[in-house]
């Protein structure tokens, strides 16, 4: 007897695979406007900035220690730290340390986190082939509106299933970067989409734990591998993605094709590309906005009787832990990310340290926080009221929060952000040095040089 399906599938899909990868292999270089240009460097600078940030982290130490087991070629750098690797467990180290803070670039529209994936399989073997810095800008905008445009097709149908989107399409992006660095052409770079497509990485489940930075690290190596064996002539199905049996109709329910080659060369996905101000996930970013205005009007947390919010669903299923026991959770944490809004007036990474979890003034704060649902509110919208011991309710509504598209972070407070985690890793002076060239990134002949600022 033939079983049945949830959604019939779509035999007549258009074929996407192909068409992207002729996208990826023909587009001309820097063939985009000055403003995509301009968010390109923006992405890479931010991601680096994450990458080298946590490059000490115990999460960095463990995956490092692991790909060591392999005695690796010293190939390509490790953000941040001494030790050079293979350029498979480059991309993977670099691509958990870059989302190790969950502090990393977000494309608000799917809540992909773009870059992890893309820029560090690209650096990696950039590195190695010595690519100028056009390549690897040119890579970086054609990956990610790969991994985004296909985002774009299943979101949120396969978000809502528990796929962690960043990684599950982000071995398509970091595919598309490499192949355009290999310079593959157009059968080649659907092979290798096509290898791709076979490998995604990521369960929601593991929210809170080092395995949710490992999805954009393991989408980083999958895509890196998939390029490299295209390159060698390996072969794919070329309708790997949209087939009957292929990754969009196996992965969701939702198939919005048009969504992958709509103004394809025209609209770029990285213009739509956000920095996150707070080192937590995306959707704590309004409460903590909030938090931080009710303290510069001047409330205190001793003052608090409770604070109230009225936040979207997806708010609480993604960061409803009320009692988080160490950093990790603490950014799966509204609670917690509103009490140190209103104590500290920020929420970087220190905020999100185990000792700050644990802390007694945060926890009884923390406590005080009272969330209530109503889907009347958008996602990326909060409705905070402090109520004060002395009666007073004083209300704070965001609708776009610090870092959001309409209300982004300036390039001052980019680089105040880059500094903040770079200067604890690599010193004030190598700060410097990186920061005086990220804007001129594509203009450089041999990124080698400007990784070699990356190192210690």
Not at 105 to 118: S, Y
Not at 202 to 212: A, C, D, I, V, Y
Not at 242 to 257: I, L, M, N, T, Y
């Amino acid at each position: 007897m033939a079983r049945n399906t949830h959604v019939a599938a779509d035999t007549a899909a258009p074929p996407i695979t192909s068409t992207l990868a002729t996208f990826v292999a023909g587009h001309p270089a820097r063939g985009w406007s000055d403003a995509v240009e301009r968010e390109a460097h923006r992405t890479f600078y931010n991601w680096l900035g994450c990458a080298i940030g946590a490059a000490h982290h115990e999460a960095a130490v463990a995956a490092l220690g692991a790909v060591q087991v392999l005695e690796p070629a010293a190939q390509a750098t490790v953000l941040g730290r001494q030790e050079k690797v293979d350029i498979a467990s480059a991309a993977l180290v670099n691509g958990i340390t870059s989302h190790t803070f969950d502090f990393d670039d977000t494309h608000l529209k799917t809540i992909i986190h773009p870059a992890g994936p893309v820029a560090s399989a690209a650096l990696a073997l950039a590195e190695l082939r010595g690519s100028s810095g056009r390549d690897v800008i040119d890579a970086l905008v054609l990956g990610i509106d790969v991994a985004c445009r296909i985002g774009n097709v299943m979101y949120p149908d396969h978000y809502d299933r528990g796929w962690h989107i960043t990684g599950s399409t982000g071995m398509l992006g970091a595919a598309a970067a490499c192949a355009r660095l290999l310079h593959l052409d157009v059968q080649q770079t659907q092979m290798a989409l096509g290898i791709a497509a076979s490998q995604p990485v990521g369960l929601r489940e593991q929210f809170g734990t080092m395995t949710k930075p490992f999805h954009p690290g393991g989408a980083a190596r999958a895509g890196l591998m998939s390029a490299l064996l295209a390159s060698k002539g390996f072969t794919s199905s070329p309708r790997a993605l949209e087939a009957p049996r292929g990754f969009v109709q196996v992965a969701s329910d939702k198939r919005a094709w048009n969504e992958a080659t709509d103004e394809l060369g025209q609209r770029f996905e990285i213009s739509f590309n956000t920095y996150k101000p707070f080192a937590c996930g995306i959707v704590i970013h309004p409460s903590i906005d909030a938090c931080v205005q009710l303290r510069e009007r001047g409330v205190q947390a001793d003052q608090v009787e409770r604070i109230e919010l009225r936040v979207h669903s997806l708010v609480l299923e993604l960061t409803g832990k009320k009692e988080p026991k160490d950093g990790l959770q603490g950014k799966f944490s509204v609670y917690h990310g509103c009490a140190v809004g209103l104590i500290y007036g920020r929420a970087g990474e220190e905020e999100f340290s185990d000792a700050v979890v644990n802390d007694p003034a945060v926890v009884a704060l923390r406590n005080k926080v009272q969330a209530t649902v109503d889907d009347s509110i958008a996602e990326e919208a909060v409705q905070v009221t402090a109520v004060l011991k002395d009666g007073r309710r004083i209300d704070v509504r965001v609708d776009n929060a610090i870092g959001s598209m309409h209300n982004p972070l300036s390039d001052a407070q980019l680089e105040a952000k880059f500094a903040a985690l770079v200067v604890p890793v690599l010193g004030e002076a190598r700060c410097r040095d990186i920061t005086g060239q990220w804007k001129n990134l594509a203009a450089l002949s041999d990124i080698r040089s400007f990784v070699a600022l990356c190192r210690p």
